[in-house]
């Protein structure tokens, strides 16, 4: 006799709310209703900062998360897309300024950080470890010692200054609200297309080139192209981030793509946490906070000091960030609401 399961008693399929999780719904209510509750500062220099800078530690989280590949280059690559909108767009330097309208510079700005992010993935994919942190380390010093030594091209050590957002549909993007919902979208586009990805075949392919490249290369697949890939798809993150933050600052110079700004890339998603896309988010929001406030309160001198002092802090007692801790002490809050309801 055999049993035969009714296809009625399958396990039915879940909407997209469902798939999305509460979690998801309750952050994006949140996110969308904060300009409502927030002043102009807080919605630009703490919300639409933290966007752009998640979306940093997001490329960075993409290639060390999934593909094993740390990287200090990716501040680099968001600068050669700010230095793209201020070559091929307006500026106020007086130096090149093609007058591209931005429906034509955006794209070719993140092509171009895309291609860049490739050539150093290229490059650094043949090494692993800490030789490749040294080497995109060494990409990102020299970038930012050409940058600052090149007046033909970047203009030296002034940079690019009279950026302007553009405005269209009747609204000025870099306006408070505009530039947070501006900067939001394109965070949740980049979010999804990570998590999407992580799923898909490729994701699956990239993990599993992480944890074991000799037996993929085994069973016949191309490790560098993989990796490389990752790269380009990386530096189209950054590259949108790039884009966002020469529009929030107005300007764009060596300072902007120096060597403390790649290490506070680290920093955030390491903060945040490595083993989900979310975490560098965290990160950013941690530091962004820090940088605004606790800087006041300690001074600029001994900011970085305290910056350490946390970024160990959380290192030691979570290695997995801000998002370890969380999955320390969800258990717990589960425990104790079975508890209370027995």
């Not at 200054?161 to 269209?168: E, K, L, Q, S, Y």
């Not at 700004?261 to 941690?286: E, K, N, S, T, Y």
């Not at 406030?293 to 946390?310: K, P, Q, S, Y």
């Amino acid at each position: 006799m055999s049993l035969t399961i009714p296809a009625d008693s399958a396990a039915p399929q879940k909407n997209w709310l469902e798939k999305l999780g509460a979690g998801h719904i309750i952050l994006a209510v949140v996110l969308v209703l904060y300009p409502l509750v927030a002043s102009d500062f807080f919605l630009t220099q703490i919300g639409g900062y933290s966007l752009i800078f998640g979306m940093l530690g997001l490329s960075l989280m993409l290639l060390a998360g999934y593909g094993g590949m740390v990287s200090l280059a990716q501040i680099t690559v968001a600068g050669i897309a700010a230095y793209a909108i201020a070559i091929l767009g307006n500026n106020n330097s007086n130096i090149l300024g093609f007058g591209w309208p931005w429906w034509l510079a955006v794209p070719f700005a993140v092509l171009t950080a895309a291609l860049a992010s490739a050539l150093i993935g290229w490059i650094s994919v043949r090494t692993e470890g800490i030789y490749t942190i040294m080497i995109t380390l060494a990409i990102a010093t020299a970038t930012y010692y050409f940058a600052q030594q090149n007046y033909a091209i970047f203009n030296g050590h002034s940079g690019y200054a009279g950026i302007r957002a553009p405005a269209f549909w009747g609204v000025n993007w870099r306006d408070p609200r505009p530039f947070y919902y501006l900067c939001l979208g394109l965070a949740v586009l980049s979010y999804a297309a990570v998590l999407y990805g992580s799923r898909s075949t490729f994701g699956m392919t990239l993990q599993a080139i992480r944890d074991n490249p000799r037996r993929m290369r085994a069973l016949g697949y191309h490790v560098t192209a993989h990796k490389v890939f990752a790269w380009l798809l990386a530096g189209v993150i950054a590259g949108l981030a790039g884009v966002l933050l020469v529009w929030f600052n107005g300007r764009v110079s060596p300072g902007t793509i120096g060597v403390d700004a790649a290490i506070d890339v680290l920093i955030i998603a390491v903060i945040g946490g490595l083993r989900h896309p979310i975490g560098p988010f965290l990160g950013a929001v941690v530091v962004v906070l820090m940088q605004t406030f606790a800087i006041d309160i300690v001074g600029a001198e001994r900011f970085n000091t305290l910056i350490g002092m946390v970024f160990l802090v959380i290192v030691f007692v979570s290695p997995d960030g801000i998002l370890g801790l969380w999955g320390r002490i969800k258990p717990q809050f589960a425990q104790e609401s079975l508890r209370s309801g027995s």
